[in-house]
């Protein structure tokens, strides 16, 4: 039997289309949570992978004596394992004794767990701890640093040619001793700009020049100093915290070049070929050693008025970095230095003074 099409203007019409239409969206909804529907239009080229399904069973649990073997791996014995067996001592042969340098008696004070060196005063004042040496040598004193005579020059301004590497110019060396102090004051210049100036002052002991300050200041970098504490016997630094003993004789790198010849004006013996002339020299940047000046004879140097017989000694390097110095003095002019070279390193260009002429003030 055939029945009619409600009339879509009825009112029964319009509902017929309300429900086809709910049925509608109703199928919609589930397939859409069934099988994951993707809004998108489908790409011709790149079919749709169909959708990973996951599978969920319940597992009952298992007893100990159930538990699966793993693949490949062969079944663990539940045996207990025997404990291993202790170690027996092997008597182990006595360490062979190093050989001991001696060195120069060097300070103890307290440190931080970090092992940064204190000042003396906080290290009194800090709970016990365990001492280290802060006054380290950088290198084992192996020579005796005796004491010397000395003969110093008397008051004069030195001229001279300076040549650093393929760098060449001019300065003064003053020398001002006065009853109890002196001043010594080196100063380098290369096309009239000063790139060098290094300044010793001290006073006087029974080992000839007893410095008190040395200062280095070289062009476009900071000014240094190295501090000679006579009244508590330690050599400190501007900078760094490394502290050295101060040994009678100590000298710095400006004022060995008027101790060396004050010693040998005092005592010529030390002039001859192989003679040795040992003193601590500090620099200011907590660097400090012993210099051993080996005398090596005679020699002469060329100079502006003609060749000049000096007595030639050579301080050699004890490591590859070291300062090796050499200097020639002039027994005719209070035995100082008519020409030096200093070098630090195989590297360095090194540092070439060579003397030119003698001021002497009224």
């Known amino acids: 039997m055939h029945r009619p099409e409600p009339d879509s203007g009825t009112a029964a019409g319009r509902r017929w289309k309300v429900l086809a239409a709910l049925a509608a969206m109703a199928l919609l909804m589930h397939a859409s949570a069934l099988s994951g529907i993707d809004w998108a239009w489908p790409r011709l080229d790149a079919p749709r992978l169909p959708a990973l399904a996951m599978q969920v069973r319940a597992v009952a649990p298992m007893t100990e004596a159930a538990q699966p073997v793993p693949p490949v791996l062969a079944p663990v014995r539940s045996e207990p394992v025997a404990p291993a067996p202790a170690a027996v001592p092997v008597p182990m042969p ?37 001492p280290v040496l802060i006054n380290v040598l950088a290198e084992p004193v192996e020579e005796t640093i005796p004491t010397y005579r ?38 380098g210049r290369v096309a009239g700009l000063t790139i060098l100036t290094q300044v010793s ?18 062009i476009r970098r900071p000014l240094t100093a190295a ?38 004006a005092a005592e010529s013996s030390l002039g001859i070929a192989d003679a040795k002339i040992v003193m601590f ?82």
């Open 201 to 218: 002052q001290g006073g006087f002991d029974g080992a000839g020049l007893a410095p008190e300050r040395f200062t280095d200041r070289r």
């Open 281 to 362: 020299v500090s620099g200011s940047h907590g660097d400090a050693g012993v210099w051993v000046f080996r005398c090596l004879g005679p020699d002469t140097v060329d100079s502006r008025a003609g060749g000049v017989a000096a007595i030639h000694f050579k301080r050699e390097p004890r490591g590859p970095y070291d300062t090796t110095v050499e200097v020639w003095l002039d027994p005719k002019r209070h035995h100082v230095p008519v020409r030096a070279t200093l070098r630090a390193g195989p590297n360095d260009d090194g540092l070439d003074l060579r003397l030119q002429d003698i001021d002497t003030p009224p």
């Open 150 to 187: 000395t003969q110093l020059p008397p008051a004069m301004t030195l001229h001279y040619d300076i040549q650093r590497g393929g760098l060449r110019g001019n300065g003064e060396l003053l020398w001002r001793p006065s009853p109890d102090r002196y001043e010594l004051r080196l100063e």
């Open 94 to 130: 006595a360490p062979a004794q190093a050989a001991v340098k001696m060195v120069a008696p060097v300070e103890v004070a307290a440190v931080q767990p970090a092992a940064v060196p204190m000042p003396a005063a906080a290290a009194q004042a800090s709970s016990p701890q365990v």
């Open 227 to 264: 501090n000679f504490q006579r009244e508590v016997g330690k050599i400190t630094f501007s900078g760094p915290p490394t502290e050295y003993p101060l040994h009678a004789g100590s000298q710095d790198r400006l004022s060995w070049m008027i101790e060396l010849g004050a010693v040998v």
